[in-house]
């Protein structure tokens, strides 16, 4: 089966059988329990994306693997960042995208960094000799139940991460970026609507949300299409790594209209769509990826 075949949606993919499981932050792709389908035996590429040159963050497990295989299955160059602790996963990545016959780039480091996060758009951009696509895609989740027990140590890590990285990455990716160039900022269902124990992550999302409408609008004077992506529950490492209290995780994903969770592959064509020409006339939007729970 490719991602093209005809075949009901609610039977594509089994319902999960989650057993109970924890990852230590950020957690690993290798290590998720069922494994989840990335699209290696299935993504077939059209040259959509033929000659370009990507940068992917957290680009090594979950939604971003997926998006770099498709990506280097549509004819990119793709460079991935990552957390050290997750080489790993990256190294499998590398593999998917050399097994496509494009080159890998693989910057590790944490996105809290500002140092770090700057750097990376350079140190991309000159090993891959230039830039053209720029997926924010870096997350981090980690449930809190109770307002008074977020620590100001995990409120400031996870703004930094999800968005004051994407300030820092677009700032320094401008100077690349060509005409034609598109960044893709991964928001998500929370930015609409939050769950009680996300307060800070779904805060983070609906500023992503609101940073690509405007980025979106900033730039496409200058021929940079911005845009976003807002998946619903993705089976992930994000999850089971602080990510859902265990009787969420368990049941993860069931309560999408669609019935279960999603794969990471069935979120790449979206994000190649929009990296591609195919997508010229959309700027400042964002697609759900829900399983059927609408944005707003
Ligand atoms: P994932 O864990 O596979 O990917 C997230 C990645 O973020 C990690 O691989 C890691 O490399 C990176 N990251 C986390 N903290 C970092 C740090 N301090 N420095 C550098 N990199 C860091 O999980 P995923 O679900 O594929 O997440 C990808 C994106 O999708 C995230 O932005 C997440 O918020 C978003 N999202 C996921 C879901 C879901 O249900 N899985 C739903 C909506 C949105
Ligand atoms: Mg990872």
């Not at 140590?153 to 990716?173: C, D, G, H, K, Y």
């Not at 401008?174 to 034609?180: D, I, R, V």
């Not at 265990?246 to 994903?253: D, N, R, V």
Request: glycine share 10%.
């Amino acid at each position: 089966m490719t991602q093209f075949d005809m075949q009901d949606p609610l039977t594509q993919y089994d319902k999960l059988d989650i057993p109970e499981q924890t990852q230590t932050e950020p957690g690993l792709d290798s290590e998720l329990v069922p494994a989840a389908d990335h699209g290696q035996s299935s993504y077939v590429g059209l040259g959509r994306l033929k000659g370009r040159k990507a940068l992917i963050t957290g680009g090594d497990s979950g939604i971003g693997r997926a998006v770099a295989i498709a990506y280097a299955r549509e004819g990119a160059d793709v460079a991935i960042s990552y957390l050290p602790s997750e080489e790993p996963d990256a190294q499998n990545v590398k593999t998917d995208i050399e097994a496509a016959g494009k080159k890998a780039v693989l910057l590790p480091g944490d996105l809290s960094d500002e140092t770090y996060a700057r750097r990376l758009v350079h140190e991309a951009a000159e090993a891959l000799g230039g830039l053209d696509i720029v997926v924010n895609n870096a997350g981090k989740q980690i449930h809190v139940d109770d307002i008074t027990k977020l620590s100001t140590e995990q409120l400031e890590s996870t703004f930094r991460v999800n968005i004051m990285a994407m300030f820092w990455i677009v700032q320094e990716a401008l100077e690349y970026l060509p005409k034609g160039g598109t960044i893709i900022n991964t928001t998500s269902i929370q930015a609409y609507q939050p769950s009680e124990g996300l307060l800070d992550y779904a805060a983070t999302k609906a500023a992503i949300a609101n940073f690509t409408h405007g980025l979106g609008k900033q730039l496409i004077p200058k021929g940079i299409r911005v845009n976003g992506v807002a998946p619903g529950p993705i089976w992930t490492p994000l999850q089971p790594s602080h990510g859902q209290p265990m009787e969420k995780l368990t049941q993860f994903g069931e309560q999408a209209p669609i019935g279960r969770a999603g794969q990471p592959a069935e979120l790449a064509s979206a994000y190649v769509f929009l990296a591609s020409q195919e997508s010229s006339y959309i700027a400042g939007e964002i697609i759900g990826v829900t399983g059927g729970q609408h944005l707003p």
